[in-house]
Nanobody, 115 residues
């Protein structure tokens, strides 16, 4: 059974940085296709960043130039480095791992950016 866990969220001031981590385990899961999403209450979950096999990356326009997604295959971990944080980045951030034609989600980690 695949399990996904996010970590690294917290409270940060506007302009600050955080690094989120996503670790997957079980069933020989790999991190070839991973995405970060975020959600605020009452609003649909939105895609933030993706990383694919071969390292190709995709970002939401709102985070381009500020966020970077990366992967450490040895640790089966994907990171989301978030710089120049803004109040509108406040949300619960979720990691999605696509493996063996299924989507696996973590429980989320809260990011709060104070003004």
């Amino acid at each position: 059974q695949v399990q996904v866990v996010e970590s690294g969220g917290g409270l940060v001031e506007t302009g600050g940085s955080l690094r989120l981590s996503c670790v997957a385990s079980g069933d020989n899961v790999n991190m070839n296709n991973v995405a970060w999403y975020r959600q605020v209450p009452g609003i649909e979950r939105e895609l933030v960043a993706q990383i694919f096999t071969g390292g190709w990356q995709n970002y939401a326009d709102s985070v381009k130039g500020r966020f970077t997604i990366s992967r450490d295959n040895a640790r089966n971990t994907v990171y989301l480095q978030m710089n120049s944080l803004r109040s509108e980045d406040t949300a619960v951030y979720y990691c999605n791992v696509r493996f063996s034609y299924r989507d696996y989600w973590g429980p989320g980690t809260q990011v709060t950016v104070s003004t």
